[in-house]
């Protein structure tokens, strides 16, 4: 399929494009980005693109996808739809499935379901340790080659020190990232929500800031010592952002990420019991909240990701304490960013994108973020300027647990197009 885009604002961070122009797409590549009148008479698809922004295809390098074991929450099909309609070309999807993605068997068979069922690109990530328990590390070498992009316990934290230490130096052999959970289970100590005035007022089990920031200092200091990568996931307190834009001036490997909820909400919204509220890391405070700004201003935070983790009505709807943690996200992570960061002045539209497309790209090594000539065409459309409200029982996803129904938020993706076909055209999946 050929495809002119014309006349939108392109903005591409890598290449340093802010400006109206075309792009023209051929045989599923970027073939040219300029104004190009010898395209006339050649039969194409044009999307006029006038008064909206065109950016590369978001990058989520971070989700559930519950495939395989638990469809029952997601599956590769429908996960992928809904991340297509959010404007995300790209997922990197956990490994806490059933079976956990330890082997090359379950990582050629996420990869081969994508590639039969998904509508955006699916990237595996392994795990650090044999069916997440922590106690042996997983064939890093054999999930590499498998075409696994990081590796990750994610969900739990990994508590042995010395095994860490082994998987960070193991990965960084074979040039992956290693996405660390950073939560100290004892500190945690089976709580459900932010340990504060709201967990005292409701009478729930608080979970103390240091159950995150004891693990991230332990992180960081072991990828200072060994001189290996580090990634830290879902951060959401002042102390967690503190130490990791100390570790970046004393010149440590390390990077990380948030996620719309930490810079959207706080720990107010878990009043009245609300189990969409719920997630882990819990939602902090209002100074949590103004120090992952800060950190996404100042660049101390690296990406924006959607923690996409998708669960049954009926692991909702219960008493909080037996509630299961985390919120889908695919369908409002660019709305909230744009409407919370962008509007508000945190960032800019440029610095917008490549925390959600370029810089998660780079950390898992892919070959995408950017609008280079010759590269796959992975682009998302969208309107920056046009007020959308968020409709919880619309959402594509098998799983509605999102505390967002309601919001009215700004850029809702309009276009999608994925390897050179549309996938989303005018806001309807295709």
């Not at 075309?22 to 040219?32: S, T």
């Not at 006029?48 to 996808?65: E, F, I, Y």
């Not at 996931?233 to 967690?240: K, L």
């Amino acid at each position: 399929m050929r495809i002119l885009i014309k006349g939108g604002r392109v903005i591409d961070p890598a290449n340093n494009i802010d400006k109206v122009t075309d792009i023209y797409i051929d045989k599923g590549v970027i073939a040219e980005i300029g104004e190009n009148k010898e395209l006339e008479g050649i039969e194409m698809e044009v999307i006029d693109a006038s008064g909206k922004t065109v950016v590369p295809g978001l990058v989520d390098m971070h989700c559930h996808l519950r495939d395989p074991g638990q469809e029952y929450k997601e599956d590769i099909e429908s996960g992928t739809r809904s991340a297509a309609v959010g404007g995300i070309t790209s997922v990197a999807c956990m490994p806490n499935t059933k079976p956990v993605v330890d082997s090359e068997a379950v990582v050629t068979y996420i990869k081969t379901k994508a590639k039969d069922v998904g509508y955006v690109n699916v990237f595996p990530i392994g795990a650090i340790s044999k069916g997440l328990e922590g106690k042996e590390l997983a064939e890093i070498g054999e999930l590499k080659f498998a075409g696994a992009v990081a590796v990750s316990d994610d969900g739990r934290p990994v508590s042995d020190s010395g095994l860490m230490r082994r998987a960070m130096e193991y990965a960084d052999m074979f040039d992956m990232t290693v996405i660390s959970h950073c939560e100290d289970l004892s500190l945690a100590d089976g709580g459900h929500m932010n340990e504060g005035y709201m967990s005292t007022y409701l009478g729930l089990r608080g979970i103390t800031r240091a159950a995150e920031e004891v693990m991230v200092s332990r992180d960081i200091l072991i990828a200072e010592a060994t001189g290996a990568a580090i990634h830290i996931a879902h951060v959401s307190t002042r102390g967690s952002v503190e130490l990791v834009r100390r570790a970046k001036e004393r010149g440590v490997r390390v990077t990380c990420e948030t996620c719309p909820h930490y810079f959207t909400l706080t720990e107010k919204a878990v009043d009245g019991y609300n189990t969409n509220a719920k997630m882990n890391p819990p939602l902090r405070t209002d100074d949590d909240v103004e120090a992952i700004k800060e950190g996404l201003k100042d660049g101390t935070i690296d990406c924006i990701v959607t923690d996409h983790a998708p669960h049954h009505p009926d692991e909702k709807n219960c008493e909080f304490a037996l509630a299961m943690n985390g919120i889908v996200g695919f369908e409002t992570s660019l709305g909230l960013s744009v409407e919370y960061l962008v509007r508000t002045g945190v960032l800019t539209l440029n610095q917008l994108i490549e925390k959600m497309s370029l810089n998660p790209s780079r950390i898992l090594g892919l070959s995408k973020g950017d609008l280079s000539v010759g590269r796959a065409a992975d682009i998302t459309i969208f309107d920056p300027e046009k007020e959308w409200t968020v409709r919880v029982s619309d959402f594509l996803s098998k799983s509605k647990n999102s505390p967002y129904d309601g919001f009215k938020l700004h850029g809702k993706p309009e276009y999608v197009i994925v390897g050179g076909n549309i996938v989303v055209n005018q806001g309807i999946l295709l």
